[in-house]
């Protein structure tokens, strides 16, 4: 991540995170999302074209820590629904030995010449 040290890195990826997406009534996503970042734990909120209305990064230590904010953001008056995904933290090592990785064709392979002995 561009800013981020890699203390501050390690400190995300023991946190919990998870994305919050938010059906309002009409008209209601702005009042929504201004709600919505005032909710202590709510990273970020942000209002969209086209639905659900209105979208929060949610963040605890745990997922126990994010049954608060998420219940606050649920209790909004202008709230009809919402659908929460946790996020898989991946690290970036990870990722970059995996897509290696997949490019390789493993030696058992058909169509591969084999080595001399």
């Known amino acids: 991540m561009a800013g981020t040290t890699p203390n501050s890195?390690?400190?995300?990826?023991?946190?919990?995170?998870?994305?919050?997406f938010v059906t309002t009534k009409n008209p209601g996503?702005?009042?929504a999302c201004r709600a919505i970042r005032k909710i202590s734990?709510?990273?970020?909120?942000?209002?969209?074209?086209?639905?659900?209305?209105?979208i929060a990064?949610?963040?605890?230590r745990d997922l126990a820590e994010m049954d608060a904010p998420i219940d606050a953001v649920v209790q909004l008056p202008m709230v009809?629904?919402?659908?929460?995904h946790v996020v898989r933290h991946i690290e970036q090592?990870?990722?970059v030995r995996n897509r290696?990785?997949?490019r390789r064709r493993s030696p058992s392979v058909?169509?591969?010449r084999s080595r001399p002995r």
């Open 9 to 20: 890195e390690r400190a995300q990826v023991m946190s919990v995170q998870a994305y919050v």
């Open 29 to 31: 996503p702005r009042a």
């Open 41 to 54: 734990g709510v990273v970020r909120a942000d209002a969209l074209f086209g639905g659900p209305a209105v």
């Open 57 to 60: 990064i949610v963040q605890g």
């Open 80 to 84: 009809v629904d919402t659908e929460t």
């Open 93 to 95: 090592e990870d990722v």
């Open 100 to 102: 290696v990785l997949g």
């Open 110 to 112: 058909r169509g591969r």
